[in-house]
């Protein structure tokens, strides 16, 4: 991959760098190579931030990978990322996809104490999620 081809070319990959290769894995529904990326990261000395969290959660969101959603999600605060209403959407919209109702109402409830507030994107998820769980 491009980003292991760096090093050779005495570019050195930063977090930006990550971010689009992660963001290309999302795109690419390539969920594992995201996630893989992601971890890599602390080898490389390059620090995650919310845009990198983001889009993690995002691919695992698109792969119906809803457990690795929740957990990335629940990484943040060690790695001392805040995360915003993009974060809380992706991983809501991963539970909804993943048939996990209480859980996209769990998130939605944790996020006035996480100082996020709420958009359309979110009650529409969560909204989705209870709609697939038969709770409407």
């Known amino acids: 991959d491009l980003l292991s081809l760096m090093p050779d070319a005495e570019v050195v990959p930063d977090t930006i760098t990550f971010n689009a290769a992660i963001s290309a894995c999302e795109k690419g529904d390539q969920w594992q190579l995201a ?5 890599s990261m602390p080898d490389a000395n390059v620090s995650p931030n919310r845009i990198t969290y983001n889009a ?3 691919a695992c969101e698109k792969g119906g990978q809803w457990q690795h959603a929740l957990n990335l999600l629940s990484l943040m605060p060690k790695a001392k990322v805040v995360p915003n209403e993009i974060t809380y959407n992706a991983a809501i919209s991963a539970c909804e996809k993943g048939g996990q109702w209480q859980l996209a109402l769990d ?11 709420p958009d359309k994107i ?7 999620a209870c709609e697939k769980g038969g709770q409407w």
């Open 35 to 39: 996630l893989n990326l992601l971890s």
């Open 107 to 117: 998130l939605l409830s944790l996020m006035p104490d996480a100082q996020v507030v």
């Open 122 to 128: 979110t009650y529409s998820a969560a909204i989705s």
């Open 56 to 58: 993690a959660i995002s």
